[in-house]
């Protein structure tokens, strides 16, 4: 699980969602190809996140713990918790050196 040598994230901007009250925060997250993005669980129930095309997926995340994912290739990623499947959230995948 170590990451890809010479994939960088940007330590200056650091993606997070928080996954609070049953919902994620952004619901829609747009960063750069090789960012990695970490799910924080601050509800008080557990929450998995699995994308819909089946990218990535969590361990069931109990409060306080967290999920990192590495987001190499451009595109958008429609996730959902699959405990709670109304729970939704993206993230959108920019080419990296296209941050404006
Ligand atoms: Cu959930």
Redesign the pocket.
């Known amino acids: 699980m170590a990451d890809k040598p010479g994939v960088v994230a940007n330590a200056a901007n650091p993606a997070a969602v928080q996954i609070d009250n049953?919902a994620f925060t952004p619901a829609t997250l747009t960063v750069a190809a090789g960012t990695t993005v970490t799910w924080k669980n601050d509800d008080d129930?557990p929450?998995?996140i699995g994308d819909k095309n089946g990218t990535f997926k969590s361990a069931a995340l109990d409060t306080d713990d967290s999920f990192s994912h590495t987001f190499a290739a451009p595109g958008e990623y429609p996730y959902i918790?699959t405990?709670?499947p109304y729970?939704v959230g993206k993230i959108v995948v920019k080419p990296a050196g296209s941050s404006s």
Do not use: E, V
């Open positions: 049953f129930s929450h998995r918790c405990i709670h729970m």
